[in-house]
């Protein structure tokens, strides 16, 4: 048996999250960092106690019967997530900012975004890339520095954070699908850390099959999947289908958010996906947003969804 | 007159071709060689239409009817009655529209026999098959 991988897999089976295990040596507890250990390199750093959060599905635009004033509710979310006790430390936007990915509709959630004070993070949906030249105004906006389609990863506080996109090159009959640039750059993006890295996934669609005869899941997300098998804290947040619903399996936390813009049935219980008409009064119920609290040596990060009731 | 009629022919095949998959977006060119069209098709140049249009609705994330059989020539229309826009690609012949809001419609006629199949580039999980036959 090789010693250096039994150690290996022992460590990290051993700790989360901050990247740093203690020890008794000599009978001196001491810490060492997973990074160093397990031999890789550009692993994040010590993790921190942050929360961040994730706003969905705005659908600036939309003004059909399902809620006539789908700004007045984006800017109702920001509001709770700017007046919250634990302020978030930036925004996560997990796509359809607009309707119909017009000019003016992006412009106008640019511009609540930016009253809210927040650095905010973005993934296209489906509705923000169906401009006449394919997602070009998505991409004038938050494409800087992004690869493809706009895909992206960055460090915050000792949390690797990969933004993915699964609404464009859809197949008939399929899913969604990121495509086999995108897994190739996320296997790449994923080699250089540590499996106590704290991963935070986030893209427009479910990365799990949520409900396959209205389209609810990303067909290709089962390889991206198996690169994250070995990371001992994943969580994946996504919007898409309007409503919280939430699965764990091993190390990987799955979670949909609610939107700010109109609400979804639940799977198999309307005809169809898309707007749904709620009782009067009740919108607020439907719609909402969500924290993300990373706290170190919890592998599970706490996730609080907020109505806008 | 045998030579200008072979001409004549020459001309419309080469009309069929260059027209082929012309979407409603832009004028389309009267179809001049072929009579029996002539017979229905507007009368103004400029204005001119297909003979015929085939109707596909939108509506709760289905196309009805799913499968459509057309004479060549036919303008197909998608009419989007759905809360929420969709994306009509055809396939074969990569036309696509633009993402059509509630109440918004698209058309492409279809000058070449054959089997298109279409979906939603919005929502692949809806898809359909026109199968346009040749004139009689």
Redo the contacts between chains.
């Keep these: 048996m090789d010693l250096e991988v039994s150690r290996r897999k022992v460590m990290e089976c051993m700790a989360w999250g901050p990247g740093v295990v203690w020890a008794l040596v000599a009978g001196i507890p001491t810490a060492f960092s997973m990074d160093t250990l397990d031999g890789r390199s550009g692993a994040a750093a010590t993790v921190s106690s942050f929360s961040f959060a994730q706003i969905s599905d705005s659908h600036i635009g939309f003004d059909?019967?399902?809620n006539p004033n789908s700004s007045g509710t984006f800017r109702d979310g920001l509001a709770i997530l700017k007046n919250s006790v634990a302020k978030p430390s930036f925004l996560i936007h997990t796509g359809d900012i607009t309707?119909?990915?017009k000019a003016e509709q992006f412009d106008t959630a640019a511009q609540m975004v930016q009253e809210s004070g927040f650095e905010t993070h973005y993934v296209p949906g489906?509705?923000d890339m169906?401009d006449?030249n394919n997602g070009k105004l998505y991409m004038d906006r938050y494409g800087k520095g992004t690869k493809g389609a706009g895909w992206y990863s960055f460090n915050d506080q000792g949390v690797h954070f990969i933004g993915l996109v699964n609404v464009v090159d859809?197949?008939?009959?399929?899913?969604g699908n990121l495509g086999q640039a995108q897994l190739d750059w996320l296997k790449n993006d994923l080699s250089v850390l540590s499996a106590s890295t704290p991963i935070v996934v986030f893209a427009h669609i479910p990365l799990w099959t949520v409900y396959k005869?209205?389209?609810w899941g990303t067909q290709d997300s089962g390889e991206a999947l198996s690169y994250l098998k070995r990371f001992g804290s994943v969580t994946v947040l996504n919007g898409h289908i309007h409503q919280v619903l939430q699965k764990v399996e091993g190390n990987v936390s799955f979670h949909t958010a609610r939107a700010t813009g109109f609400a979804q049935p639940a799977p198999g219980t309307a005809?169809?996906?898309?707007?749904m008409v709620v009782a009067a009064g009740q919108l607020k119920d439907y719609l909402g947003v969500t924290t993300v609290s990373v706290t170190p040596n919890q592998p599970r990060l706490l996730i609080n969804d907020a109505t806008l009731a | 007159m045998k030579k200008r009629f072979i001409l004549a022919i020459t001309f419309g095949i080469l009309t069929v071709n260059c027209s082929a998959y012309a979407q409603s977006s832009q004028a389309e060119p009267a179809p001049t060689q072929n009579i029996h069209m002539m017979m229905v098709a507007d009368s103004n140049p400029d204005t001119a239409k297909a003979v015929k249009t085939s109707n596909i609705t939108i509506s709760n994330f289905t196309f009805a009817p799913v499968k459509i059989s057309v004479p060549v020539r036919t303008k197909v229309a998608w009419i989007n009655k759905d809360d929420t826009p969709h994306r009509v690609m055809v396939i074969e012949t990569k036309t696509k529209s633009a993402a059509l809001d509630s109440g918004a419609s698209f058309s492409t006629t279809f000058d070449q026999p054959g089997t298109y199949h279409y979906f939603c580039t919005m929502h692949p999980i809806m898809k359909g098959t026109i199968v346009v036959t040749a004139a009689k």
Excluded: D, I, T
């Design positions: 059909k019967a399902a309707h119909l990915s489906e509705h169906v006449e859809l197949k008939a009959g399929g899913m005869q209205w389209g005809p169809a996906p898309g707007p």
